[in-house]
């Protein structure tokens, strides 16, 4: 099983800054076969990044997604309110698919 | 516009059965793996099972395996789970997800006596 740790834990920035997250699995990654999950407190996961790079349809091209093999990060250029929320990694290359434990994006 | 929108959740009781659907429109169903995932109340986010777009391969975690079955119907654009034996620890919101496509919004999935 890929395990997906997730840093930091939380992150604690202002609106208008620029938001870095990673995402580390304990084995490579096949075919970058990763994504990137945004959650607000009590709504359903929102799909943000899939084949570790590509927006999926809607999202603003101030997400971006890039990495490979064993590490991957999620960057947000310019935070905007509707940003803070918690955020997921997630493999899909190798079963049982696997989750990260989540990077909670609050304001400062 | 994609949507996908689940069903069949509710309360049932330690050893009770639910059948899970998931209504798929707006992207080519047959076309993708499907996935149910699970979320237990102030938890994370944890993979339940997956299919794969004929329905000839399935894959389950460890903590279902034996007890949930996933299915298709791709002429009906929809994805079952059916859940035999549940347990208190089953308890969760259960979401609908292709991996490229997007999530459902959820239904709520009670095991209590």
């Known amino acids: 099983e890929i395990v997906l740790t997730q840093s930091p834990g939380t992150l604690s920035l202002s609106p208008g800054e620029r938001a870095t997250l990673s995402c580390r699995a304990s084995?490579?990654?096949?075919?970058?076969?990763l994504t990137w999950h945004q959650q607000k407190p009590g709504q359903a996961p929102r799909l943000l990044i899939h084949?570790?790079?590509t927006r999926a349809t809607g999202i603003p091209d101030r997400f971006s997604g890039s990495g490979s093999g064993t590490d991957f990060t999620l960057s947000i250029s310019r935070l905007e309110p509707e940003d803070f929320a918690v955020y997921y990694c997630?493999?899909?290359?190798?079963?049982?698919?696997?989750f990260g434990q989540g990077t909670k994006v609050e304001i400062k | 516009e994609v949507q996908l929108v689940e069903s069949g959740g509710g309360l049932v009781q330690p050893g009770g059965s639910l059948r899970l659907s998931c209504a798929a429109s707006?992207?080519?169903?047959?076309?993708?793996?499907m996935n149910w995932v699970r979320q237990a109340p102030g938890k994370g986010l944890m993979w339940v099972s997956n299919?794969?777009?004929?329905?000839?391969?399935?894959n389950y975690a460890d903590s279902v395996q034996g007890r949930f079955t996933i299915s298709r119907d791709n002429a009906k654009n929809t994805l079952y789970l059916q859940m035999n034996g549940l347990r208190v620890e089953d308890t969760a919101v259960y979401y609908c997800?292709?991996?490229?496509?997007?999530w459902g919004q959820g239904t709520p999935v009670t095991v209590s006596s």
């Open positions: 997800i292709g991996v490229t496509v997007g």
């Open positions: 707006g992207f080519t169903f047959s076309s993708n793996w």
């Open positions: 299919i794969n777009t004929d329905g000839s391969t399935t």
């Open positions: 084995q490579i990654v096949r075919s970058d076969f």
């Open positions: 084949g570790a790079s």
């Open positions: 997630q493999q899909y290359g190798s079963s049982p698919l696997t």
